[in-house]
């Protein structure tokens, strides 16, 4: 499962999860991304940071692990890397890329995406607020592709960060760990906030 992580939130945890029993996977590898090039309309917190809260995050699941090919790797991340070289850690794994609706429907622009479906099956599951059905999968490979109905969790990376920035808690919303790192290193101190709060 790719993501920017900024910060990893139980939306993206509870999605790991379904899909690893949905499809009886032997492990989900998280991959931070190093420069996600379509996001840099912000400034991303640096790669060890969300490395990091990845990896807290994940501790306590022996059926997780998370990967660092992305954020070593230089230049922006394209998903195509990421399964070449996930395909050359794990030659015998059947690789199976998770996202939410959002990415899901993004995929047409991603780099070479044509040749992504020969290296994975892509799973795309249900998030509020971003719509996820065939139509989404107009002009890709549907037999490469399927989409999972997962429990809806409203929460976004974009959300928490301004919640912080805001002063309001992220408690519950991402993993003890997490609220935890981000208060030690002052992450999304600066955030703006999505409106004037009452002092
Ligand atoms: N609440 C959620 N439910 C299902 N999938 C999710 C959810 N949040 C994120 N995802 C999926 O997880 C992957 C990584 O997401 P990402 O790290 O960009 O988080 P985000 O919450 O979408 O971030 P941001 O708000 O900064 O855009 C993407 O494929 C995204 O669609
Ligand atoms: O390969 C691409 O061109 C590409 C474009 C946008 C996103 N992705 C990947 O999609 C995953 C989710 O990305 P994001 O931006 O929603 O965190 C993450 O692994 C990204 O590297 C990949």
Not at 17 to 35: M, N, R
Not at 55 to 81: K, M, Q, W
Not at 92 to 117: Q, V
Request: glycine share 8%; with cysteine.
């Amino acid at each position: 499962m790719g993501g920017t992580f900024d910060p990893i939130h139980h939306g993206h945890l509870v999605a790991a999860s379904e899909v690893q029993a949905s499809f009886g996977l032997d492990e989900v590898i998280f991959v931070p991304t190093g420069l996600p090039w379509q996001k840099l309309d912000r400034q991303v917190s640096p790669a060890e940071d969300r490395y990091l809260m990845t990896v807290i995050a994940t501790a306590s699941n022996p059926l997780f692990e998370v990967s660092r090919v992305d954020i070593d790797r230089d230049g922006p991340t394209y998903t195509i890397d990421t399964l070449r070289d996930l395909s050359a850690a794990h030659p015998d794994a059947d690789l199976y890329f998770i996202t939410g609706a959002d990415a899901m429907a993004a995929l047409l622009s991603w780099r070479d995406h044509d040749e992504l479906f020969e290296l994975a099956q892509f799973v795309g599951c249900t998030r509020p607020g971003h719509e996820l059905d065939e139509n989404s999968l107009v002009g890709l490979p549907v037999d490469r592709i399927t989409l999972l109905e997962i429990p809806a969790l409203a929460i976004s990376s974009t959300d928490c960060r301004e919640r912080v920035g805001a002063g309001e808690p992220v408690w519950y919303l991402v993993p003890d760990g997490v609220v935890q790192y981000i208060a030690k290193h002052g992450l999304y101190a600066s955030e703006s906030s999505k409106g004037p709060h009452p002092s």
